[in-house]
């Protein structure tokens, strides 16, 4: 089981593309860029938002384009979603842009 345990903070969101800064905490590293992360992600901010009653919230891997981590496998990245055409992340653009973030897979 991997684990994605960190501090999540939201630098932009413009259009389709969210770019993050992800902090492992706990001393492991933020592995590989996924769907998965992404969309794990992006519902865990929905909650953090208070946003969650929207379709955002119910975000599947074929919702995602693509997801880059600038350094995988280190303590600490920058990273960039881009969600699919038909995606509105104009909810996400509210609330708090700042969170821990706790994810198994």
């Known amino acids: 089981m991997a684990t994605q345990t960190g501090e ?7 259009n389709k593309t969210i770019q993050d800064l992800f902090t492992s905490v706990y ?7 996924t769907e998965w992360f992404a969309v794990e992600m992006i519902k865990e901010g929905c909650y953090h938002k208070d946003i ?9 891997k074929a919702d995602i384009e693509k997801v880059v ?5 280190k303590a600490k990245t920058n990273f960039t979603i881009i969600v699919k055409d038909h995606i509105d ?12 973030s706790y994810m198994l897979g």
């Not at 981590?69 to 496998?73: D, I, Q, R, S, V």
């Not at 909810?91 to 700042?98: I, K």
């Open 8 to 14: 999540i903070q939201i630098a932009s969101i413009e």
């Open 27 to 33: 001393e492991k590293n933020v592995y590989n860029a």
């Open 52 to 60: 969650i009653n929207t379709p955002l919230s119910k975000l599947e």
């Open 69 to 73: 981590f600038t350094t995988p496998n």
């Open 89 to 100: 992340l104009t909810p996400f653009t509210q609330g708090t842009d700042y969170w821990e």
